[in-house]
């Protein structure tokens, strides 16, 4: 049974305090119609929003989410 590979890219724009980006596990493989999950945390932002996009091998990413810490919603 073939795997599919998923990666999500963490995005950080016009940062002015990132205290630590974590994600784990950094890459994870899955089959196809089952779920994944991992877990992403921010440390600390100021100024700035964070966006998560997910990425298959062979195809472009794809916007997930996006952080903005100047109200702290996700969007």
């Known amino acids: 049974m073939l795997g599919t590979l998923c990666t999500l890219i963490t995005v950080l724009s016009c ?13 994870l ?5 089952d779920t994944a999950t ?3 945390n921010l ?10 996009y997910k990425q298959v091998p062979g195809s ?3 916007y997930v ?9 996700i969007a």
Do not use: E, H, I, N
Request: proline share 7%; charged share 15%.
């Open 29 to 33: 493989t899955v089959s196809k119609g």
């Open 65 to 73: 989410l996006r952080f903005l810490c100047s109200d702290q919603r």
């Open 43 to 52: 440390g600390t932002v100021t100024g700035s929003s964070a966006r998560w």
């Open 60 to 62: 472009a990413p794809q």
């Open 38 to 40: 991992m877990d992403c």
């Open 15 to 27: 940062v002015s305090g990132v205290t630590v980006v974590t994600q784990k596990p950094p890459v």
